[in-house]
């Protein structure tokens, strides 16, 4: 198995003491529309090796990236999502910072929930997806995809979506009753905004969840579904790095990449990832 950035790393900064900690999540067990997410964690890997160490002025991997074993996925969904929970506490609890790469939207909720139980504190997450992700279930399976934000808000984690363009009714009346905030995309990316400030009384934690349809299939065709209206690639990451001031990151996955045999698509994803690493590093050091 390849290694997140395994070209430009010292024996050092691959290490167990790494500061991130990688962990591949090759899951596809309810994608409704295109399929291939279970390659997702293998591309990016192998795209990683051509980043360059620089990003934003900082070196994500002077901090340290250990990739993990795959997980494995076989098994009743919330079982999975038990395995997954068990890898994100135990990485929290040891002081690191857990970098789930998926594989499809279900797996977030397994990833929030272990790093919810190692901190036994309020959590956010900042959701970038084409989808809300909040039916009560989808296709009689309630750790679907597009079921994964309703388990968790329904755990009492806060909310924050940006870039959503496609949601039923279900959906909206959830973001009413849970009080999820939202900025959707055809505002976002008609009036060009890539700074959206959290309300106050989100919480201090926050984890982030990018989901790669959240940007315009222009930029990312590879996913399973290519919602048009997206936002941009510097678009999104912005967002991201704007609602993380003030607040520090405890962890975060990117998912739904879906390669179909285009390496760019598979650097993009590679890209956000190191990206989201050194926002990390950023609030670090404010």
Request: charged content about 20%; proline content about 5%; hydrophobic content about 40%.
């Amino acid at each position: 198995m390849n290694i997140f950035l395994e070209s430009e790393l010292s024996v050092q900064e691959r290490s167990e003491d790494a500061l991130f900690r990688v962990i591949p999540v090759p899951l596809e067990r309810t994608v409704s529309y295109g399929s291939g997410t279970a390659a997702g964690p293998a591309a990016i890997l192998e795209a990683s090796n051509e980043l360059e160490r620089l990003c934003q002025g900082l070196e994500p991997c002077a901090s340290g990236i250990f990739t993990e074993e795959m997980l494995e996925c076989e098994g009743a969904l919330p079982e999975v999502m038990e395995r997954l929970a068990q890898r994100t506490e135990a990485c929290v609890r040891a002081g690191k910072l857990p970098v789930t790469l998926g594989g499809e939207h279900s797996l977030s909720y397994g990833a929030v929930t272990g790093v919810a139980r190692a901190l036994k504190q309020r959590i956010g997450i900042v959701q970038i997806d084409a989808h809300a992700d909040l039916r009560v279930a989808y296709q009689g399976e309630k750790h679907s995809h597009a079921s994964v934000m309703n388990l968790l808000v329904n755990d009492g984690i806060k909310l924050a979506q940006f870039g959503v363009r496609a949601l039923c009714t279900q959906e909206a009346d959830s973001r009413s009753a849970n009080g999820v905030f939202h900025v959707d995309a055809e505002e976002l990316v008609t009036g060009n905004i890539h700074a959206v400030d959290l309300p106050e009384d989100f919480p201090e934690l926050v984890y982030v969840s990018f989901d790669v349809d959240g940007l315009d299939p222009s930029q990312m065709p590879a996913t399973g579904t290519p919602v048009p209206g997206g936002l941009g690639y510097y678009q999104a990451l912005h967002l991201v790095e704007n609602a993380l001031k003030g607040r520090r990151c405890v962890g975060f996955d990117v998912v739904e990449l879906a390669p179909d045999g285009n390496a760019a698509w598979d650097f993009t994803t590679a890209q956000i990832v190191y990206r989201l690493m050194a926002a990390c590093l950023g609030q670090e050091e404010l």
